[in-house]
């Protein structure tokens, strides 16, 4: 369907299901293969290896960070630009973002490679453990000029309304990546470095496919002579720093979280982080991938003026956040013992006491964490980024610093209450930040919205 018909036109609930939907379903695709990938690294090389892939997995995301900052950062304006009409702009902005990314992955994983020996051993990490790291990130490192664009090209996607383009780009990536990262651990017999190649050889081949409909003009965006300029920098970096930062802050969080964990409880406590890290890696590519799908039609309709169809849209994703978010909840709790075999053997009864504590004190972040989430994605989509900024710092860095202290005198336990604690805090935030928003902006806006608005 033509963008501009799909955004504009189509009713509000239509068009959470055509899109917010497969976003999902894409974003689940993902996250599936994200959970299978840590159950082949501890099901076939071991809990050792488990280990190391969650002590490097913080700077893996961080060497894609950069690129998702000019990713989702183009996003946003290039939507805002299609509802004013403004397709040259937004031509250049796709343009110059792409030139942006496959930039930042040269320089980002240049400097990931030459330093990852140094960033595992200042983690903590010794021995057989600190090898199998730096061997896993070394891997992403290599890759990351051909790999960190994926996630821009999935959004432009879905700009251009190819939805289930989008989905089925997804869920090809994650089975391919399964079968090669299943034929390299447990056929070949490669070591750790061979699951993250198959991802990212997953990945590449997945960009290549995605990109031929636009390197040949059959899409609405369309590669042009770039014309960058500081205006265009600042836009892609202030409408993408929430997303950049809430990535940069919460791997600080997660690396400062796995030195602690190995110095109170040691490989078991990283691991059992591990299995909630996964739990969340579930969950959470289903809210963004809602929400985030929605995005688009969200600013091409802030572009145009539309706030009342904005409005109604934003209902069903905040709705539609808050009942998944509660359900994951539930199963979490009930559940804990069942999650943590899918990645850790059992065999060690002090081990299984331990995750499955604190697998059920997790599972009370969803109860609370859904707001803050599509508040978030919401500030972004309309070019608010300050405020999703401030939402993404808090949760993903700030209140978590503060519950580390908080409870500190709790010990290990204090640890897995940290994720509850910040949910909670960040939906205050984003309620406070809401308010605001209404009172500063939308009641203006929508005094201000022409008579052809459609409800």
Request: hydrophobic share 50%; glycine share 8%.
């Amino acid at each position: 369907m033509n963008y501009n018909t799909l955004f504009s036109e189509t009713p509000p609930t239509r068009l959470f299901f055509k899109a917010a939907l497969p976003g999902s379903i894409g974003m689940l695709a993902s996250a599936l293969y994200q959970l299978i990938d840590g159950m082949f690294v501890g099901r076939i090389l071991g809990d050792t290896a488990f280990a190391a892939l969650n002590l490097a997995m913080p700077l893996v995301i961080i060497n894609f960070a950069l690129a998702d900052l000019v990713g989702v950062g183009s996003a946003v304006p290039i939507s805002i630009r299609l509802g004013e009409k403004n397709e040259q702009e937004a031509n250049n902005i796709f343009t110059c973002a792409c030139l942006m990314v496959v930039g930042s992955g040269i320089i980002c994983g240049g400097i990931l490679f030459a330093a990852a020996p140094v960033l595992i051993q200042m983690m903590g990490a010794q021995g057989e453990l600190a090898r199998l790291a730096v061997e896993y990130l070394r891997v992403y490192a290599l890759c990351s000029p051909v790999t960190t664009i994926v996630f821009a090209v999935d959004n432009y996607l879905r700009i251009c309304g190819k939805i289930r383009g989008s989905m089925l780009l997804n869920v090809f990536m994650s089975l391919l990546s399964m079968v090669l990262e299943f034929l390299f651990l447990y056929v070949f017999r490669w070591g750790i470095w061979g699951a993250s190649l198959a991802t990212c050889l997953g990945m590449f081949i997945c960009v290549a496919v995605a990109f031929y409909p636009f390197m040949r003009g059959k899409m609405q965006l369309r590669f042009c002579r770039p014309r960058i300029n500081k205006q265009i920098i600042r836009q892609i970096v202030s409408c993408g720093s929430p997303s950049f930062l809430n990535n940069i802050a919460g791997r600080i969080t997660s690396i400062l979280m796995n030195v602690l964990l190995l110095r109170m409880g040691g490989e078991t406590a990283v691991s059992v982080y591990g299995v909630l890290m996964f739990a969340d890696g579930f969950i959470q590519p289903l809210l963004y991938g809602m929400c985030d799908s929605l995005q688009p039609a969200v600013g091409y309709n802030w572009g145009a003026r539309q706030y009342n169809r904005v409005k109604a849209i934003e209902k069903r994703c905040f709705s539609a956040s808050a009942i998944l978010s509660l359900a994951s909840a539930v199963v979490i709790f009930l559940f804990p013992a069942q999650i943590t075999r899918l990645f850790m053997q059992g065999n060690d009864p002090g081990m299984m006491q331990m995750a499955v504590s604190a697998m059920q004190i997790f599972s009370f972040t969803y109860i609370t964490r859904w707001f803050s989430f599509a508040c978030q994605s919401f500030m972004s989509a309309v070019e608010k980024p300050l405020y999703a900024s401030l939402i993404s710092v808090s949760t993903a860095l700030i209140f978590p610093l503060i519950l580390i202290g908080a409870f500190w005198p709790l010990g290990l336990t204090g640890l897995w209450m940290n994720f509850g604690g910040t949910a909670v805090l960040a939906a205050i935030l984003s309620l406070v930040l809401l308010l605001n928003f209404k009172r500063r902006f939308w009641d203006k806006q929508d005094k201000q919205e022409p008579q052809s608005a459609q409800k």
